[in-house]
T-cell receptor, first 115, second 114 residues
C-alpha cells in the first residue's frame, strides 16, 4: 500500500517569493510516479509536474520544480516567484506500477499568496 | 467539448435516495476516471475505464456504487440508497490514454446527502 503525507495544512506566502510544499511518501515499490496537482477554488484538478522514480534529474516546469530525494522518500514542490493566481490547494500524489492510472493523494496544502 | 463536463454541479439528496452523476469526457479520450474527494481530503480513486477493456472497479467503496460508460464516451456514476458519508465532491477525468500527466479533470459534482 502507498501513503502520501502532506504535513502543512495551510501556508501564506508573499507575492514574488518562493514557497516549498512538503510531501513525503511511503511505498515498497521500486518504480513509481510522483505528481503535483493544483486545485483552485473552481474545483478542477490541474496537473503541474511529474517525477519518475528512476529520473535522475529533478523535474521542472516553468515556475514549478520538484525537489526529489529518493532516499528520504520526499518530493517537495517549489513554486518560485509566487503570483496571486497561485492561491489554491496543492496535492501531492503517486502511482504504483503497473496500474499507473490509479493515483493515491495526500490531504493537500492550502497556499494563500498575499500581495 | 472543450473540457471535461460534469453534471449536475451540485446535488442535494435525501438519505436513501439514488443519485446519478454524469461525466462527458473530452472527445477522443479513451481513458476515463472517477475520483471522490471528501471535505478537506485528497482524492480517492473509484473506477477507471479504458476503451473496451473491463473497467477497474477496485476503488468503489461498496456495492451501492456502480458506474458505466456507454459507447466509450459518456459515463454515469450511480449511488444507490445514499448515506450521509457519501457526501463529497465526485470528480471525473479523462485522457487520451492511461496517463495521469495528460489527464484533464472536470469541476466535479458536489453531492450532499441530508
Amino acid at each position: 500500500a502507498q501513503k502520501i503525507t502532506q504535513t502543512q495544512p495551510g501556508m501564506f506566502v508573499q507575492e514574488k517569493e518562493a514557497v516549498t510544499l512538503d510531501c513525503t511518501y511511503d511505498t515498497s515499490d521500486q518504480s513509481y510516479g510522483l505528481f503535483w496537482y493544483k486545485q483552485p477554488s473552481s474545483g478542477e484538478m490541474i496537473f503541474l509536474i511529474y517525477q519518475g522514480s528512476y529520473d535522475e534529474q529533478n523535474a521542472t516546469e516553468g515556475r514549478y520544480s520538484l525537489n526529489f530525494q529518493k532516499a528520504r522518500k520526499s518530493a517537495n514542490l517549489v513554486i518560485s516567484a509566487s503570483q496571486l493566481g497561485d492561491s489554491a490547494m496543492y496535492f501531492c500524489a503517486m502511482t504504483p506500477p503497473p496500474n499507473d492510472y490509479k493515483l493515491s493523494f495526500g490531504a493537500g496544502t492550502t497556499v494563500t499568496v498575499r500581495a | 467539448g472543450a473540457g471535461v463536463s460534469q453534471s449536475p454541479s451540485n446535488k442535494v439528496t435525501e438519505k436513501g435516495k439514488d443519485v446519478e452523476l454524469r461525466c462527458d469526457p473530452i472527445s477522443g479520450h479513451t481513458a476515463l476516471y472517477w475520483y471522490r474527494q471528501s471535505l478537506g481530503q485528497g482524492l480517492e480513486f473509484l473506477i477507471y475505464f479504458q476503451g473496451n477493456s473491463a473497467p477497474d472497479k477496485s476503488g468503489l467503496p461498496s456495492d451501492r456504487f456502480s458506474a458505466e460508460r456507454t459507447g466509450g464516451s459518456v459515463s454515469t456514476l450511480t449511488i444507490q440508497r445514499t448515506q450521509q458519508e457519501d457526501s463529497a465532491v465526485y470528480l471525473c477525468a479523462s485522457s487520451f490514454q492511461a496517463s495521469n500527466t495528460e489527464a484533464f479533470f472536470g469541476q466535479g459534482t458536489r453531492l450532499t446527502v441530508v
